[in-house]
């Protein structure tokens, strides 16, 4: 168990409609980042939060949004959901937003689009 | 080129061998590498991190950096069913972190018993 907890465990939403997944990020950390992981691929780096301002973005279009509150918990929100946007949505959370920091993982939401 | 590459497998390896897993990257200035583990249906855990060239052991896992061949490996010695997942290479590029940790496809690992 790392701390890091995730809600919803599954969702299943439909073409169009728009989502929201949070995450409570371990006890000490301040830095939140969200990954998206397709069936069969590695974890992509969708962004970072770091003391509540997005500290870095991966190549996903502008409708992944997100936010990190005072308690460093966080939100994804995805808006206008696609077919493909069906995945594994993984948080992890760390002590700060540097490199060398461990990143520990959520349990993960799974997303089915119909 | 992709920037993490992991032979998909699957890598079958029988119970109580070495199971030897490799990982290649693209960038150089990535400088922070790490293995996790992840079992069907559940998410990655972390087992090693490694920052340095050279070998670091932790119990039964050791894991091996040669950044002038670009390239991190992790053994995993007296292997037992347990072991059996997919195993994820990851990488952090910059020095701030602000670009996440890129993850190669992974390597599925089967211990046959």
């Known amino acids: 168990e790392t701390g890091v907890t995730q809600s919803p465990t599954h969702l299943i939403k439909t073409r169009g409609q728009q989502v929201t997944l949070r995450c409570s990020s371990q006890?000490?950390?301040?830095?939140v980042s969200w990954y998206q992981q397709a069936l069969g691929q590695g974890p992509q780096f969708i962004f970072q939060y770091y003391r509540e301002e997005e500290n870095g973005r991966g190549n996903f279009p502008p409708r992944f949004s997100g936010l990190q509150f005072p308690n460093y918990s966080s939100e994804l929100n995805v808006n206008a959901l696609e077919l493909d946007d069906s995945a594994l949505y993984l948080c992890?959370?760390?002590?700060?937003?540097?490199?060398?920091?461990?990143?520990?993982f959520g349990p993960g939401t799974r997303l089915t689009v119909l | 080129q992709k920037e993490v590459e992991q032979n998909s497998g699957p890598l079958s390896v029988p119970e109580g061998a070495i199971a030897s897993l490799n990982c290649t990257y693209s960038d150089r200035g990535s400088q922070s590498f790490f293995w996790y583990r992840q079992y069907s249906g559940k998410s990655p855990e972390l087992i090693m991190s490694?920052?340095?060239?050279g070998d670091k052991e932790d119990g039964r896992f050791t894991a091996q950096l040669n950044k002038a061949s670009q390239y991190v490996s992790l053994l995993i010695r007296d292997s037992q069913p347990s072991d059996s997942a997919t195993y994820l290479c990851a990488v952090n590029k910059s020095g701030g972190g602000a670009d996440g940790l890129t993850f190669g496809k992974g390597t599925h690992l089967i211990i046959q018993p």
């Open positions: 006890s000490g950390h301040n830095t």
């Open positions: 992890a959370s760390s002590r700060s937003g540097r490199s060398a920091d461990t990143q520990y």
């Open positions: 490694i920052y340095s060239n």
